[in-house]
């Protein structure tokens, strides 16, 4: 190949890069579709708090071993503690490849979740991250403890915590959120619009109480 066929090659493949990279990003941009609407809260999504008149809902996207979602969880409890009765809150799990504790974490949640536990194991997991989260070793054993902790049944938490049909209900959630052009944690929407504003007590508060004056 000449060096001008050469030169011209590399320039073309930098040009369909930079095009890629520019519809990815501005994918999540798009208008949310009625097809990504219902990917966005489903039938069997968990809310953690329902409103009765149903006119705020926020949905968040988490990694249990995100470093962000653990520093955001302090303001969403504080503003779930206020507007529990006026605002449903939907919690989606979206674990990130990278983390490997996440995904088992996530199932671990939906384990206890069958025993009616589900927020209290969701608790536990953001209140000890320090302690397992952001390390490159399986912490099976640590989520088994916090299931004793919480007086589970144990054999019947190993067993949905194996079962195939609660890691396809996790990963079932991250598709949605793929859909929803979610690409990191935590993400936040607000009656469907992507939250843009800082993860944190205030930035929610004012989310909320924006579209609670509507």
């Known amino acids: 190949m000449s060096p001008s066929a050469k030169i011209s090659t590399l320039v073309l493949a930098v040009v369909a890069a930079v095009v890629f990279t520019w519809i990815l990003v501005n994918r999540s941009e798009e208008p949310v579709s009625a097809a ?5 809260v489903r039938p069997d999504s968990h809310r953690l708090s329902v409103a009765a008149d ?6 968040e996207f988490l990694d249990f071993e995100c470093e962000a979602c653990g520093a955001a ?3 969403v409890e504080q503003v779930r503690a206020e507007y529990g009765d006026r605002v449903t809150f ?6 990130l490849p990278g983390h490997r504790n996440a995904e088992i974490a996530a199932r671990a949640v939906e ?5 009616g536990r589900l927020e209290a ?3 536990m997991m953001f209140e000890t991250q320090a302690q397992w989260g952001d390390q490159q070793v399986s912490h099976a054993e640590t989520f088994r403890g916090f299931a004793r902790q919480l007086g589970l049944d144990m054999p019947r938490f190993e067993k949905d915590w194996a079962d195939p049909a609660v890691a396809s209900r996790v990963l079932a959630d991250r598709a949605d959120g793929l859909e929803m ?3 990191g944690t ?5 009656n469907g619009e992507k939250f843009s504003g800082r993860p944190s007590y205030m930035g929610l508060k004012d989310a909320l109480d924006a579209e609670l004056a509507k």
């Not at 990504?36 to 966005?40: K, V």
């Open 73 to 75: 969880f302090a303001g």
């Open 186 to 190: 935590p993400t936040f929407f607000v």
């Open 121 to 123: 194991m969701y608790r």
């Open 54 to 59: 149903g006119k705020v809902t926020v949905v």
């Open 181 to 183: 052009g979610v690409q």
């Open 111 to 115: 384990a206890a979740g069958r025993q």
């Open 90 to 95: 939907v919690m989606r799990y979206f674990p």
């Open 36 to 40: 990504s609407s219902a990917a966005l």
